[in-house]
């Protein structure tokens, strides 16, 4: 008796799930006219792990033009970021405010 040389097997294929990259979110620092300039470059200091010169650049762009992003991270990452940091100035009683928003 002879094998049949065809098998009943179904072919092989491989998936590979596409795994995307996650969004990336930008924390904003938006001015307002009461914060002093020095609680605001300690908080980026403090959050953001920024130098004193960095740190002073962003807050003058901020009072410059109304906003500045301050960094960008995955959005847990920026949102508690952005929550922390507003927390900060609350607790001091300033209307420090920072918040997130998608990457282009």
Not at 23 to 51: Q, S
């Amino acid at each position: 008796m002879v094998d049949n040389p065809v098998k009943n097997e179904s072919p092989k294929t491989r998936t590979t799930p596409k795994v995307e990259r996650p969004k990336l979110h930008k924390v904003i620092l938006i001015n307002d006219d009461y914060t002093p300039r020095e609680f605001v470059v300690m908080v980026l200091k403090a959050e953001f792990g920024m130098g004193e010169d960095r740190a002073a650049k962003v807050m003058i762009t901020a009072h410059q033009r109304g906003v500045c992003v301050v960094a960008v991270y995955q959005k847990d990452v920026a949102e508690t970021k952005a929550t922390r940091a507003s927390e900060h100035g609350q607790k001091f009683g300033f209307p420090l405010m920072f918040t997130t928003e998608p990457e282009d």
